[in-house]
């Protein structure tokens, strides 16, 4: 999550509100959190103030001042002020990776987790609805409910569905979870009744071998309860994606994960392959886990060749493009987001680099072997299949 840091002009509760880069008239200041170079009279009655600037006086609302990088902020964006000086951006206009993170408490612990799991906070359901609260009215092309594991919610977790099917008709909305819940089927079916053809569940399923999913994930049965939810899913016709985190442990399989794929699950509107994010956990255990894409290049070929092959629609996330073998390169997808994606200083010469995935700026490790700058005629893209999503999940549950 992009954070901007500055001084708190007091202590106070933490304070959701909307970007203002410009005036705005009076009546429309309440939900208004200003960017303003200087705290004068123009910053009255906004919910809060930002300023590079020093600190207001007394009357002022509440502010964080000395503010750096406001530059970075676009008017509109949802951010949260707290007084410790911290001003957290929850949504970014324009970005096509924002997320709601619902909880970070998880049924799962998994190798690779980039945020480990914590006990549930009711407080960010509070923030998920704060958020929804002011992006009503506005046209929206995607949305993203991620955790943790946010159907651990139960009913409020239906609710918020339903809430943003409801007022985000247009948008895309995308489920982050391992599934597990949807092997009761009851649930499954409520979920499956607040859903509409706009929302996508991002199943992450590891492996078609039980024990090694349920080693990569730190929860046994879970591979038993994972695919129950993915048919449980289907059986309510719901559109399923289904992401796969490519680890030490998993990528000599990929060919006969793809084949279990398409004899088990052919009925997907997605399937994608997952380059790892080597931060929290996946950080931690990086000696069992961490495996650079040039390893498994011919194996991830074959998979995605397999998938693609038999019509399924199939992509690759998180991966450099000069790291896949040529004839895949049309299915990687620019999935990482922005606020963490980074490239290396050889990427500058690269003809491709518009295109290219890059890197994980939040990696405690960067594959570096093999990178090279690519010529344009080495990559004959094809367009995305039309259920692919390009959103990389901002934390939480791959
Ligand atoms: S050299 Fe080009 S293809 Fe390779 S990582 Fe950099 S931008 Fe991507
Ligand atoms: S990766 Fe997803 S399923 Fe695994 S522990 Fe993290 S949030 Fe839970």
């Known amino acids: 999550m992009k954070t901007l840091e500055g001084t708190p002009s007091r202590r106070f509760a ?60 676009g008017d509109g964006d949802i951010v949260r002020l707290d007084s410790a000086g911290k001003a957290h951006v929850l949504w970014e206009t324009g970005s096509a990776h924002n997320a709601l993170l619902v909880t970070e408490a998880c049924n799962c612990s998994c190798l690779m987790c980039p945020q480990p799991p914590r006990a549930h906070d009711p407080a960010l359901l509070c923030e998920a609805r704060a958020v929804l609260d002011l992006l009503r009215g506005r046209s929206l092309t995607q949305l993203c409910l991620t955790g943790g594991e946010p159907t651990l919610l139960g009913e409020d977790f239906v609710a918020l569905l339903r809430r943003c099917v409801r007022e985000h008709p247009e948008a895309r909305i995308d489920i982050l979870t391992n599934g597990k819940a949807f092997a009761d089927r009851r649930f499954a079916a409520r979920v499956g009744e607040a859903a509409t053809p706009n929302v996508l569940f991002c199943v992450s399923l590891h492996s078609e071998i039980d024990m090694l999913h349920d080693t990569l994930t730190g929860a046994p049965g879970s591979y038993i309860a994972t695919q129950q939810g993915i048919y449980h899913l289907a059986e309510q016709g719901c559109r399923i994606e289904i992401r796969h985190v490519i680890s030490r442990k998993n990528a000599q399989f990929l060919e006969s994960f793809a084949e279990h794929l398409y004899n088990y699950f052919p009925f997907c509107a997605h399937y994608v392959f997952m380059g790892m994010e080597l931060c929290g956990n996946a950080a931690c255990n990086s000696t069992v886990v961490a495996v650079a894409p040039y390893e498994y ?102």
């Open 297 to 398: 290049q011919q194996q991830l070929r074959a998979a995605v060749l397999a998938l693609a092959r038999r019509g399924l629609p199939v992509s690759v996330y998180n991966i450099p493009l000069c790291l896949c073998a040529p004839e895949i390169r049309p299915f990687l997808r620019q999935s990482i987001a922005s606020w963490k994606n980074i490239y290396l200083p050889q990427c500058d010469s690269c003809e491709r680099k518009e295109a290219c995935a890059g890197f994980f700026g939040t990696s405690a490790s960067l594959p570096l072997d093999h990178i090279h700058p690519l010529k344009k005629e080495e990559v004959c893209f094809t367009p995305p299949n039309d259920s692919a999503t390009d959103a990389e999940e901002p934390g939480g549950c791959p």
């Open 14 to 73: 933490p304070i959701i509100g909307e970007i203002a880069l410009r005036s705005r008239p009076f009546y429309a200041r309440s939900r208004a959190i200003l960017v303003t170079p200087r705290m004068d009279r123009g910053a009255l009655g906004y919910r809060a103030c930002l300023t590079s600037g020093p600190a207001g006086r007394f009357f002022h609302p509440d502010h964080l001042f000395g503010v750096d990088g406001l530059e970075q902020l």
